[in-house]
C-alpha cells in the first residue's frame, strides 16, 4: 500500500510541478498575472486552449510548443499512473470480497455435509 501512496503522491507532484513552472515562466514571459498564469497553464496542459489570452511573442510561442510536448505527455503519463493505481487497489478489494465469499461458502458446506451424517 505504500507502494501505491508514494506512486500517486509522486504523480501529482509531477503535474503540480509542471503546473507551477508553466505558471512561473508565463509569468515571467508574458507579464500576466499569477491567475492568468496559472490558468493558462492548466489550459494549455489540458487540450482545452479556450484562445481568449494566448501568447504573444515569439519566445512565448516556442516555449508553449515545448511547454505542450512535453507537458501533454507527461500529464497524461501521471494521470494514467493515479487511475492505475486506484484500479489496482479496487482489483484487490473485489479479490479479498471474493475470497472471503468463497471461504464463507465453503464452511457452509462442510456444515451442512456433517450435519448430514
Known amino acids: 500500500m505504500l507502494k501505491i501512496r508514494t506512486s500517486i503522491i509522486s504523480a501529482i507532484m509531477s503535474i503540480t510541478s509542471l503546473i507551477a513552472f508553466g505558471s512561473w515562466a508565463f509569468r515571467l514571459l508574458e507579464n500576466w498575472t499569477w491567475a492568468e498564469s496559472f490558468y ?22 516556442v516555449f508553449t510548443a515545448f511547454y505542450i510536448l512535453v507537458g501533454v505527455g507527461i500529464v497524461i503519463a501521471a494521470l494514467t ?21 468463497v471461504h464463507r461458502h465453503e464452511e457452509k458446506l462442510v456444515d451442512n455435509a456433517k450435519k448430514l451424517k
Do not use: C, M, W
Not at 496542459?45 to 481568449?52: A, E, N, R, S
Not at 499512473?81 to 487497489?89: E, R
Open 40 to 61: 493558462f497553464s492548466v489550459a494549455t496542459l489540458t487540450t482545452v486552449g479556450y484562445g481568449d489570452i494566448h501568447p504573444t511573442t515569439g519566445e512565448t510561442r
Open 81 to 101: 499512473s493515479i487511475g492505475g493505481k486506484f484500479l489496482a487497489i479496487q482489483e484487490s478489494q473485489l479479490s479479498d470480497n471474493i475470497t472471503r465469499r
